[in-house]
């Protein structure tokens, strides 16, 4: 492809993206695809000869739309909001365009550096202290990993240059509460730690971890001979966007040694309105903290906020020194490739900057307090609503309940907030995301696409009420 041919195609494939955009509250929250329909639009081996890219354009339509589910749609209320804003989307394109491999500074100096001034931004917007560097990771589950990996080193006297786990005589445990991300147990198996030595620990009522619980739990295994290692503290949890207490947690680590990990992946947006930093008071204590930028603030995904309290010992875990990577200027500069799994790295600073210069830290604020205000006007209609309950506080943009008629037994009104989600969910106009919170069927409906507003709210509301309607009507 030539330059002009680029430029010809590019300015169409802009122009259906734009067009897209226009058009999405017109498209299916969810996609209604079955296993298969993709696929079969597709040849089952590739061509043997190139064909003109223009040709591929109709297949956007025909087969790939139709199997896309619609993040950034106003309906779009599962999960947890994942908004990629335009400004994201052509930093993107440069990143693409320019075809950087920023493993080291030597390879591109401008991506090194505006990674520095990307986290420092993204620091200052969150409030954490200027003890505290950063770096972008793909996602909040490889920071989790990274940071369990250093709570390893950290607690073995970095075990990993002699035997390693192998050659450690007690047992290394991890804590967190029962409502943290999956991300956490995967981390603590693939750090070699193992499952028989995760405490996933009881909750209060608001679904925050007890301190007394951990307390306890530490007490345990120190009694036992075990070795305290890591503990998760979660600012927001996925199910009910539940806080921890990070202050008091951050005190029952120090006086354990073991290393505090902070998940704030979906809360860490709202850090950005000073109002909201009460939810995770204390992170100063913490040794690692991680947050999303690619939810709430509008960086397309991938771009994961990490940030450090000892950078030198981030790099020595993860470091290697192969001559071939070696460069004149090491000494000297960061080379982001030290400081997490991956070897290659993508441009993502540049979206950062494109979005944090778009919107600036008011605009960000702003969008926040929108939603927040949003989650809580249909908390209160749940509230003030005969046979609607809600089940969880909400400090944030998720709002947990369910319908709860009466007359239905535990096993019954699950089955009946199961079939009320799928309902939503297939009409097309709204998606929300069932969950378990400690034994009960769920609704979650996350609020935080850029598009939804008051009218998309409300229309869940009327719908969510007419729906459970119907089906109860057929019982």
């Known amino acids: 492809m030539t330059p002009d041919e680029f430029r010809a195609l590019g ?8 067009a897209y955009r226009e058009r999405l509250p017109d498209l299916p929250v969810m996609s209604p695809a079955q296993p298969g329909d993709v696929r079969r639009h597709f ?70 550096e505006l990674e520095e001034v990307a986290m420092e931004w993204l620091r200052q917007l969150v409030g954490l202290p200027p003890t505290f560097s950063g770096v972008i990771q793909d996602t909040a589950s490889t920071a989790t990993l990274v ?9 073995t006297g970095h075990g990993q240059g002699r035997g390693g786990l192998q050659g450690e005589t007690a047992p290394l445990t991890v804590y967190a509460s029962e409502m943290a991300h999956s991300s956490v147990e995967k981390a603590a198996l693939l750090a070699g730690l193992g499952r028989d030595n995760l405490r996933l620990l009881p909750t209060d009522d608001a679904h925050a971890l007890r301190p007394d619980a951990l307390e ?3 007490r345990t295994d120190v009694e036992a001979g075990r070795r305290p290692c890591a503990i998760v503290a979660t600012v927001g949890s996925t199910g009910t966007t539940a806080i921890d207490p990070v202050a008091r947690i951050g005190e029952i680590a120090r006086a354990h040694g073991a290393w505090l990990h902070v998940d704030a992946a979906m809360a860490g947006t709202a850090m950005a309105c000073p109002e909201l930093r009460w939810m995770w008071e204390g992170v ?12 709430w603030l509008g960086i397309g995904f991938d771009c994961t906020a990490y940030h450090v309290r000892d950078p030198d010992h981030l790099v020595r875990v993860m470091a290697t020194d192969p001559s071939y990577l070696r460069t004149a200027q090491d000494g000297a500069v960061k080379n982001y490739r030290d400081w997490g799994i991956a070897l290659g790295r993508r441009f993502r600073s540049l979206k950062v900057w494109f979005v944090l210069s778009a919107l600036g830290v008011e605009g960000i604020r702003a969008e926040v307090r929108r939603h927040l205000a949003l989650a809580r006007w249909l908390a209160e209609q749940i509230d003030a609503t005969p046979g609607w309950e809600r089940l969880a506080p909400v400090p944030l943009q998720t709002v947990a309940f369910r319908h709860s008629p009466s007359g239905l037994e535990a096993a019954a009104l699950d089955a009946h907030n199961l079939a009320l989600a799928r309902a ?15 034994g009960a069927q769920i609704l979650r409906v996350s609020i935080g696409a850029t598009g939804t507003t008051a009218g998309d709210v409300t229309a869940l509301w009327a719908r969510l009420r007419d729906t459970a309607a119907t089906l109860a009507a057929r019982r």
């Open 11 to 18: 300015h169409q494939l802009i122009e259906w993206v734009a």
């Open 43 to 112: 040849a089952s081996a590739p061509p043997e000869h190139g064909v003109p890219l223009e040709g591929l354009l109709p297949q956007l339509d025909a087969a790939v739309l139709p199997g896309i589910t619609h993040w950034n749609h106003p309906g779009f209320f599962a999960y947890f909001p994942s908004n990629s804003a335009l400004p994201s989307v052509l930093a993107d394109l440069v990143a693409a365009g320019l075809g950087v491999q920023g493993m080291s500074w030597q390879t591109s100096p401008a991506a090194t």
């Open 147 to 155: 940071a369990l990996l250093c709570a390893r080193e950290r607690t």
């Open 216 to 218: 306890e739990a530490l």
């Open 284 to 295: 100063e204590q913490a040794d690692s903290v991680v947050w999303n930028p690619h939810k």
């Open 424 to 438: 939503i969910n297939a009409s097309g106009k709204a998606y929300l995301t069932p969950a378990v919170v400690k």
